[in-house]
């Protein structure tokens, strides 16, 4: 099983790094788990919505730049809640 073209264990390597760099862009404090798996869901989510809009990307580039910007997003929409 592949996820966006690229292995689980990858994806959830990449998925900490996308995450890693979220929190350094968003200036917020989280641990490893919480980059991980923000990183995946934000990938996962972003990929699914670009997907239901026509665009679809594959490999682990591709990966990499959905998971940091969902992984930004939903930073972002985090923030907003718990306001």
């Known amino acids: 099983m592949d996820v966006n073209g690229v292995g689980w264990i990858a994806a959830i390597i990449i998925g900490g790094f996308a ?19 923000l990183g995946i869901i934000g990938a996962v989510v972003l990929n699914a919505i670009l997907t239901f809009a026509g665009m679809n990307f594959t490999g682990w580039l591709a990966y ?6 969902g ?10 809640v718990k306001r």
């Open 64 to 69: 990499l730049i959905i998971g940091f910007i």
């Open 19 to 37: 995450g890693w760099m979220a929190e350094q862009f968003m200036k917020s404090n989280m641990g490893l788990f919480m980059n991980i798996l």
């Open 71 to 80: 992984a930004c997003l939903l930073i972002a929409v985090g923030r907003a």
